[in-house]
Nanobody, 126 residues
Framework: QVQLVESGGGSVQSGGSLRLSCAAS????????MAWFRQAPGQEREGVAA???????PYADSVKGRFSISRDNTKNTLYLQMKNLQPADTAMYYC????????????????????WGQGTQVTVSS
């Protein structure tokens, strides 16, 4: 069964750090384009970071310099290291797979994201 399972969310104070993990079924991990999205209540979904076989795509301006995406192909796991968290980062965070070797230039608005996790909540208090 195809699965993406996020973990690592929680509640932290402003300035704190968290590392999110996304464990993927082996059959969907492959060298596909993978990304982290987030959505706060009443807000549109936002693409945070994406990575494919060859490179990491430019981060969303809102997280640039604070968040870092990585993947461990030996563990079929995608990560999002988040530092200097701010209340504006409060959201449900989702990992997703786009079944193509390379992330498209406008990956955050592409409609081909095939698999999604259930999400992990991140709450940052001031």
């Amino acid at each position: 069964q195809v699965q993406l399972v996020e973990s690592g969310g929680g509640s932290v104070q402003s300035g704190g750090s968290l590392r999110l993990s996304c464990a993927a079924s082996k059959d969907i991990f492959r060298p596909w384009c993978m990304a982290w999205f987030r959505q706060a209540p009443g807000q549109e979904r936002e693409g945070v970071a994406a990575i494919d076989l060859m490179s990491i795509k430019p981060y969303a301006d809102s997280v640039k310099g604070r968040f870092s995406i990585s993947r461990d192909n030996t563990k079929n796991t995608l990560y999002l290291q988040m530092k200097n968290l701010q209340p504006a980062d409060t959201a449900m965070y989702y990992c997703a797979v786009l079944m193509y070797n390379y992330c498209p230039s406008s990956w955050w608005q592409d409609d081909r994201w095939t698999y999604w996790g259930q999400g992990t909540q991140v709450t940052v208090s001031s």
